[in-house]
């Protein structure tokens, strides 16, 4: 197997992190963090320096499980985004992914804001599950 980069994002209304994975390693590392506005582009230049297969990106619900006026919003930017990247893209409930962050840049002191943390985990959260229940955006 090749080894290829899968990528995710914690997409918010004003800040966007991103983290990577080995598709070997298959552990999830925070990789930056940048103005929502700027993460298309920022992406663009990452994916013509490094070998990517996929994105994935939080789909923000409530408690219920239910789509919210967030999630809506995250659809919409992942619509006008994909046809700029060329990627398979698949969705990762980002439940209380922002709250777990926030915890572990409090108890590590990481030099990572809470968004490349997010986007961390909800990559980790994907890799662990089974294929089967991959969603593809």
Do not use: C
């Amino acid at each position: 197997m090749e080894a290829k980069e899968i990528l995710a994002l914690d997409v918010g209304g004003k800040r966007t992190g991103i983290a990577r994975a080995s598709n070997v390693a298959r552990l999830a590392e925070p990789l930056m963090s940048m103005p929502t506005k700027q993460a298309v582009p920022t992406l663009k230049k990452y994916l013509s320096e490094h070998e990517v297969e996929a994105m994935v990106v939080g789909l923000p619900r409530n408690l219920s499980g239910e789509d919210t006026e967030q999630t809506g919003w995250i659809r919409d930017w992942v619509d006008k985004a994909k046809p700029k990247i060329s990627l398979p893209v698949y969705w990762q409930d980002e439940a209380l992914t922002s709250r777990k962050a926030k915890s572990y840049e409090l108890r590590a002191k990481s030099s990572f804001d809470e968004h490349a943390l997010a986007a961390a985990i909800i990559l980790q959260d994907f890799l662990d599950s089974a294929e089967a229940d991959r969603i593809a955006a």
